[in-house]
């Protein structure tokens, strides 16, 4: 169920509380003024106040239930904007290393192993030269689309480590296997033309990538991915490398 979906739902749920509670206090004030046997005509009060109620009670619901469901609304946008990018809607350098973080927690519960990969596009400030921060800017967001495509949806992470540099998070694979999908990801790069404002660009990006395990340390895991992107960029651009133990911290 999407987050819209259950804050409607939630909503709908919070219009039933409020209208039932707000009938049931009415009918049982009837009730009281009922047995007290004080009106001449009980059973047409007890009728006309339940109706009263309803009247007042359901509007009331209704603009409670709007108000929370917009007050949830905002509250998530708040979330998202303390989270993510805002110029590629990606995670975050800071949400992305509590996202890091889970991981490594969870390898420690269950086992396992991730890798860690920074990409960073290749001589990049060429194109901001050239084409301006407009094109500059929508190249990175075409290169968040493509790299968000490539991976495999809530099993990995995928953020903005700054300017033109990304970090991904792949989970549950082994080293080969995290250099394959660095390797996919780095041939979709060199093989899409990305339109912007009548210019057609090509790009490629460089890859540094280590392997995380439940005894590995945050900061010395993306210190030694960044050695292996700088040994990347070194060799000549648009490759990748592995860190592994040669460039470990």
């Given at each position: 169920m999407s987050t819209y979906a259950r804050d409607i739902k939630d909503s709908l749920t919070f219009f039933v509380f409020v209208?039932?509670?707000?009938?049931?206090?009415?009918?049982?004030?009837?009730?009281?003024?009922?047995?007290?046997?004080?009106?001449?005509?009980?059973?047409?009060?007890?009728?006309?106040n339940l109706v009263v109620a309803a009247c007042v009670a359901i509007p009331t619901a209704a603009i409670a239930s709007q108000h929370e469901f917009q007050l949830k609304r905002y509250q998530r946008k708040l979330e998202a904007l303390a989270s993510t990018d805002p110029l590629t809607g990606l995670l975050n350098r800071r949400f992305f290393r509590i996202?890091?973080?889970?991981?490594?927690?969870?390898?420690?519960?269950?086992?396992?192993?991730?890798?860690?990969?920074?990409?960073?596009?290749?001589?990049?400030?060429?194109?901001?030269?050239?084409?301006?921060?407009?094109?500059?800017?929508?190249?990175?967001?075409?290169?968040a689309e493509i790299a968000y495509s490539e991976l495999r949806g809530p099993f990995d992470k995928l953020g903005r480590w700054g300017g033109e540099e990304f970090v991904i998070l792949l989970s549950n694979l082994n080293r080969d296997q995290a250099w394959s999908v660095c390797d996919r990801l780095r041939q979709r790069l060199e093989s899409t033309v990305i339109e912007h404002d009548g210019a057609k660009l090509s790009v490629t990006a460089s890859f540094g990538f280590?392997?995380?395990t439940a005894d590995s340390s945050l900061d010395r895991v993306?210190?030694?991915?960044?050695?292996?992107?700088?040994?990347?960029?070194?060799?000549?651009?648009?490759?990748?490398?592995?860190?592994?133990?040669?460039?470990?911290?």
């Amino acid at each position: 169920m999407s987050t819209y979906a259950r804050d409607i739902k939630d909503s709908l749920t919070f219009f039933v509380f409020v209208a039932t509670t707000a009938l049931c206090l009415s009918f049982t004030f009837s009730v009281f003024v009922y047995r007290l046997g004080v009106l001449e005509d009980p059973q047409r009060f007890l009728f006309a106040n339940l109706v009263v109620a309803a009247c007042v009670a359901i509007p009331t619901a209704a603009i409670a239930s709007q108000h929370e469901f917009q007050l949830k609304r905002y509250q998530r946008k708040l979330e998202a904007l303390a989270s993510t990018d805002p110029l590629t809607g990606l995670l975050n350098r800071r949400f992305f290393r509590i996202s890091a973080e889970d991981e490594l927690m969870r390898q420690r519960r269950s086992g396992g192993m991730a890798a860690l990969v920074l990409l960073d596009l290749d001589q990049f400030k060429l194109i901001n030269d050239r084409f301006g921060h407009q094109t500059g800017d929508a190249v990175l967001k075409r290169v968040a689309e493509i790299a968000y495509s490539e991976l495999r949806g809530p099993f990995d992470k995928l953020g903005r480590w700054g300017g033109e540099e990304f970090v991904i998070l792949l989970s549950n694979l082994n080293r080969d296997q995290a250099w394959s999908v660095c390797d996919r990801l780095r041939q979709r790069l060199e093989s899409t033309v990305i339109e912007h404002d009548g210019a057609k660009l090509s790009v490629t990006a460089s890859f540094g990538f280590e392997m995380l395990t439940a005894d590995s340390s945050l900061d010395r895991v993306v210190e030694s991915a960044d050695r292996a992107l700088y040994v990347s960029k070194q060799a000549g651009r648009n490759r990748i490398t592995y860190a592994g133990p040669r460039l470990a911290a």
